[in-house]
C-alpha cells in the first residue's frame, strides 16, 4: 500500500501566489515525522521543512509553511509569494517510529511545481 | 559543505558488466541509504545501513548490493547491471534530519 501519496503530477502558479502542494500519509504507527523536500533542476535534493506526529503547532520555516491535519493524515506543504526560483520537483516524505533504528524515509511521487512570471 | 559526496556523478556501463558506486560522509553518522530516483516513483530505498558491516534490504534490493567496511564509506554495487537499473542514485546520511548526497546518474546501455 502506498503510504505517502502526492496527488498532483504537476502544477502551474503565478508568480506571487501562494501555492499549496498535497500530501497524504498512511501509517498505523502513532510516532512518524514527515518531511518536505525541494528538487531542482540541477538534481539536488534540498531539505524545506520538517513536522512531527507529536508536534502540536504547523511548522513554518521562512515562506514555507506545513498545514498539518493529523486526523486526515494529511501534511500539505504551502509557499507563501511564490518566485520564479520555486519552480522545482517537491517531494513529501515520512519517517515512522521514534525507537532509534534506521528509520528509512518513504517517499511519495513528488509533484513538479513551475512558477510562471 | 553537506558532509557527504557521491562518485562518480556520471557513468554509462554496458549490460552485464558489474557497477560500483560510492557513497562517502564526514560528518561520522551511523545511518547511511541508497536510494534509487526514476519518474513516477519518486525516490525508492535500495539498501541501508546502521554501522560499520550492519546492512539491510530496502524496498528495491534486487540486483544490488552493499557494503560498509569503514564508517564514512557505503558502497552500492550492481552485480551485473541489466537496462532496468538505469536511474538516479542518492546516497543519504541520518542526522538530526536527512542529507543527501548529489546523486550519481547511471546508465546502462
Known amino acids: 500500500a502506498q503510504k505517502i501519496t502526492q496527488t498532483q503530477p504537476g502544477m502551474f502558479v503565478q508568480e506571487k501566489e501562494a501555492v499549496t502542494l498535497d500530501c497524504t500519509y498512511d501509517?498505523?504507527?502513532?510516532?512518524?515525522?514527515l518531511f518536505w523536500y525541494k528538487q531542482p533542476s540541477s538534481g539536488e535534493m534540498i531539505f524545506l521543512i520538517y513536522?512531527?506526529?507529536?508536534?502540536?503547532q504547523n511548522a513554518t520555516e521562512g515562506r514555507y509553511s506545513l498545514n498539518f491535519q493529523k486526523a486526515r493524515k494529511s501534511a500539505n506543504l504551502v509557499i507563501s509569494a511564490s518566485q520564479l526560483g520555486d519552480s522545482a520537483m517537491y517531494f513529501c516524505a515520512m519517517r515512522e517510529g521514534i525507537i532509534q533504528g534506521a528509520q528509512k524515509l518513504v517517499f511519495g511521487q513528488g509533484t513538479r511545481l513551475t512558477i510562471n512570471p | 559543505d553537506a558532509g557527504i559526496t557521491q562518485s562518480p556523478r556520471h557513468k554509462v556501463t554496458e549490460t552485464g558488466t558489474p557497477v560500483t558506486l560510492r557513497c562517502h560522509q564526514t560528518?561520522?553518522?551511523?545511518?547511511m541509504y541508497w536510494y534509487r530516483q526514476d519518474p513516477g516513483h519518486g525516490l525508492r530505498l535500495i539498501h541501508y545501513?546502521?554501522?560499520?558491516?550492519?546492512?539491510d534490504k530496502g524496498e528495491v534490493s534486487d540486483g544490488y548490493s552493499v557494503s560498509r567496511s569503514k564508517t564514512e564509506d557505503f558502497l552500492l554495487t550492481l552485480e551485473s547491471a541489466t537496462s532496468s537499473q538505469t536511474s538516479v542514485y542518492f546516497c543519504?546520511?541520518?542526522?538530526?534530519?536527512?542529507?543527501f548526497g548529489s546523486g550519481t546518474r547511471l546508465t546502462v546501455v
Open positions: 513536522q512531527g506526529s507529536y508536534d502540536q
Open positions: 543519504a546520511i541520518r542526522g538530526t534530519d536527512y542529507t
Open positions: 545501513s546502521y554501522g560499520v558491516k550492519d546492512t
Open positions: 560528518e561520522n553518522h551511523r545511518y
Open positions: 501509517t498505523s504507527d502513532p510516532s512518524y515525522g
